[in-house]
C-alpha cells in the first residue's frame, strides 16, 4: 500500500496494490494489519456504508458530535471529489480542507480521522460510494457543516448548482458550527 500525504498531514490517500490481468483485477480493499503498517494507526472499523448517487449531488458537509467517526472512503463506480474539513478546535489545520478526487479507476481511498467533517461530489453519470467507519451513526449527535462556506472557499468543481438534501443546504457556518475539541 502507497500513503499519500494531503495538505493535511492526518488526512491520507491510500492507494493499494493492484494484481491485475487479462482477466481483470484483484486487490485488498483493506487489511487492518496492512493499515496500521502504512499509517501507523491502529482502528476498529463498525460500520460500513454504500450509497449511490447522481451526478452533481453534493453530500456533506457531514460529521457527529459526541460520537465522532473516522471513515475510510473509496468508490467502486464512476467519480467523486472527497472533502475532508478539520473541525478539531485544538488543531493547527482547524478549519482547513483536504480534497481529493477517487474513482473505481484510481481505486484510491481516503482516510478521514475522526474530528473532521466530510463530504463528496458526484461527477460521472453516477457513483457508489463506500465508507469503513470507526463508530456507528449517532443520530443525535449528527450536524451539518455548510458545504459553500465561504471561509472554506472549497473550489467543488461543480457544473452548475449542486443537487443537496435539505439538511445539507441548510448547514451551518464555520464560525456557527458546533465543533470538536479533539
Same mark, same amino acid.
Given at each position: 500500500?502507497?500513503?499519500?500525504?494531503?495538505?493535511?498531514? @492526518?488526512?491520507?490517500?491510500?492507494?493499494?496494490?493492484?494484481?491485475? @490481468?487479462?482477466?481483470?483485477?484483484?486487490?485488498?480493499?483493506?487489511?487492518?494489519?496492512?493499515?496500521?503498517?502504512?499509517?501507523?494507526?491502529?482502528?476498529?472499523?463498525?460500520? @460500513?456504508?454504500?450509497?449511490?448517487?447522481?451526478?452533481?449531488?453534493?453530500?456533506?458537509?457531514?460529521?457527529?458530535?459526541?460520537?465522532?467517526?473516522?471513515?475510510?472512503?473509496?468508490?467502486?463506480?464512476?467519480? /467523486?471529489?472527497? /472533502?475532508?474539513?478539520?473541525?478539531?478546535?485544538?488543531?493547527?489545520?482547524?478549519?482547513?480542507?483536504?480534497?481529493?478526487?477517487?474513482?473505481?479507476?484510481?481505486?484510491?481511498?481516503?482516510?478521514?480521522?475522526?474530528?473532521?467533517?466530510?463530504?463528496?461530489?458526484?461527477?460521472?453519470?453516477?457513483?457508489?460510494?463506500?465508507?469503513?467507519?470507526?463508530?456507528?451513526?449517532?443520530?443525535?449527535?449528527?450536524?451539518?457543516?455548510?458545504?459553500?462556506?465561504?471561509?472554506?472557499?472549497?473550489?467543488?468543481?461543480?457544473?452548475?448548482?449542486? /443537487?443537496?438534501?435539505?439538511? @445539507?443546504?441548510?448547514?451551518?457556518?464555520?464560525?456557527?458550527?458546533?465543533?470538536?475539541?479533539?
Amino acid at each position: 500500500m502507497n500513503v499519500i500525504a494531503t495538505e493535511i498531514p @492526518d488526512v491520507l490517500i491510500l492507494e493499494p496494490r493492484v494484481f491485475g @490481468d487479462d482477466r481483470g483485477f484483484f486487490f485488498e480493499s483493506f487489511n487492518a494489519r496492512q493499515f496500521q503498517d502504512a499509517t501507523g494507526l491502529v482502528r476498529t472499523f463498525v460500520q @460500513d456504508n454504500h450509497s449511490r448517487s447522481a451526478r452533481n449531488v453534493l453530500r456533506g458537509l457531514h460529521y457527529q458530535v459526541g460520537r465522532p467517526q473516522g471513515k475510510l472512503t473509496r468508490v467502486v463506480v464512476g467519480e /467523486v471529489f472527497d /472533502v475532508a474539513v478539520d473541525l478539531r478546535r485544538q488543531s493547527p489545520t482547524f478549519g482547513k480542507w483536504a480534497g481529493v478526487m477517487l474513482s473505481a479507476e484510481n481505486r484510491r481511498q481516503l482516510w478521514i480521522p475522526e474530528g473532521f467533517a466530510h463530504g463528496f461530489l458526484v461527477l460521472s453519470d453516477y457513483a457508489e460510494f463506500l465508507y469503513k467507519a470507526t463508530d456507528y451513526w449517532f443520530s443525535e449527535g449528527e450536524r451539518c457543516l455548510l458545504w459553500n462556506d465561504p471561509k472554506l472557499a472549497i473550489p467543488w468543481p461543480l457544473a452548475g448548482e449542486p /443537487v443537496l438534501a435539505p439538511k @445539507d443546504a441548510a448547514g451551518k457556518r464555520l464560525g456557527e458550527v458546533e465543533t470538536l475539541n479533539a
